[in-house]
């Protein structure tokens, strides 16, 4: 009789390792996942991505300058709206991870170059197509 409240005691504790175990394997499992995810192709040669979100108010001034822009522009644009589109938005954490922002400092307006460069920001995207040739 003895022998048995000291069994369900260890029964217990290795129950409970077992669990804690399995646990923290499928976390370090999906940490991997996420670590390893290939990074998508760079924008093609002429080509630039330009991330905005519906509603917001630095995207709506370039996508103004756009209008009078696109009709000489050097360059193609492709735009992907991250507000309302997950893939876009998953997208672009992508891209500002390659280019090293940290995700808690990321947002729209975000163009990114054929060659992988980030630009952030109204003023500094507009002064870049400004500048191509």
């Known amino acids: 009789m003895r022998k048995f409240p000291i069994l369900i005691i260890v029964l217990s504790l290795a129950l409970l390792g077992g669990f804690i175990f399995i646990s923290s394997r499928n976390q370090s499992d999906s940490s991997q996942n996420v670590v390893s995810a290939a990074p998508p192709p760079l924008p093609e040669k002429g080509t630039y991505e330009f991330f905005w979100g519906d509603g917001c108010p630095h995207c709506a001034k370039v ?5 009078g822009w696109e009709a000489t522009a050097p360059a193609k644009i492709n735009r992907k709206e991250v507000y309302k589109n997950k893939e876009n938005a998953n997208l672009l954490v992508q891209r500002a991870l390659s280019c090293g922002i940290p995700q808690n400092e990321l947002g729209v307006p975000l163009m990114v170059t054929p060659e ?18």
């Open 63 to 67: 996508e103004e300058f756009f209008k």
């Open 116 to 133: 992988g460069k980030c630009l952030t920001g109204d003023a500094p995207i507009i002064d870049f197509l400004k500048g191509l040739k």
